[in-house]
């Protein structure tokens, strides 16, 4: 089946900085992928949807500013999260999906701990 | 507004069977998803439907209803390794999916 990757599993950072997050599809091409953020006990949140070599798309409410989305290939994107507070501490999970396909894949998701 | 229904928690015993319902109400429908969801993990797809009636696969089975806005995940024979949250999505009219807030299934001994 395809899979998805994520780097890092895990990131602690101090507030002010930021932690840049990849995504990558490992054997199929992503022309549309998706970020997620998970709070405990609650549902996922689509934060943007974004398709290769274009800008993406934000959900509202989600920043654009603080949170830079970058798909450049058809198998990498990645989400920079800036300037990083306390409140952005989450679960971040991406997920791919080719051209024509029903089915999104997930990568394993990344734990971003800002202290 | 687009909104997803699903029982927070449900319980179980192991060896049993178990229903989860969802019922949804969006702008279109172009498909249906489950998803299991371990504590600390990704989903990962269980099914897949876009046509009303049953789709079983191995010891899992959805159904739809689209002109009833419901489905339901339906789980033999459980099993201790089962206990996880159970999302259901719907694919709207522009083709985002729809998440509800997942139902947390409890498997006892």
């Known amino acids: 089946g395809a899979v998805v990757s994520q780097h890092p599993s895990r990131v602690i950072c101090k507030s002010g900085t930021s932690v840049k997050i990849e995504c990558r599809s490992l054997?199929?091409?992503?022309?549309?992928m998706f970020w997620y953020r998970q709070f405990p006990k609650q549902s996922l949140m689509l934060m943007a949807t974004?398709?290769?070599?274009?800008?993406?798309?934000?959900e509202q409410g989600v920043e654009k500013d603080k949170f830079l989305i970058n798909h450049a290939s058809l198998t990498l994107s990645t989400l920079t999260v800036t300037s990083a507070h306390p409140e952005d501490s989450s679960f971040y999970i991406c997920?791919?999906?080719?051209?024509?396909?029903?089915?999104?894949?997930f990568g394993p998701g990344t734990r971003l701990t800002v202290t | 507004g687009q909104n997803i229904d699903q029982p927070t928690e449900m319980t179980a015993t192991e060896g049993a069977i178990v229903q989860i319902n969802c019922t949804y109400q969006?702008?279109?429908?172009?498909?249906l998803f489950w998803y299991q969801q371990h504590a600390g993990e990704a989903p990962t797809f269980l099914s897949y439907?876009?046509l009303d009636g049953l789709e079983e696969k191995g010891r899992f089975s959805s159904f739809l209803s689209r002109s009833k806005g419901y489905s339901y995940l339906l789980l033999k024979e459980l099993q201790m390794k089962d206990s996880a949250s159970y999302l259901c999505?719907?694919?709207?009219?522009?083709?985002?999916?729809?998440w509800g807030a997942g139902t947390k299934l409890i498997i006892k001994p």
């Open positions: 439907n876009v």
């Open positions: 969006t702008s279109g429908f172009n498909g």
């Open positions: 974004s398709n290769e070599g274009s800008k993406a798309t934000y």
């Open positions: 997920s791919a999906r080719d051209q024509g396909e029903v089915e999104q894949y």
């Open positions: 054997d199929f091409q992503a022309t549309t």
């Open positions: 999505a719907v694919r709207d009219s522009n083709y985002q999916l729809i």
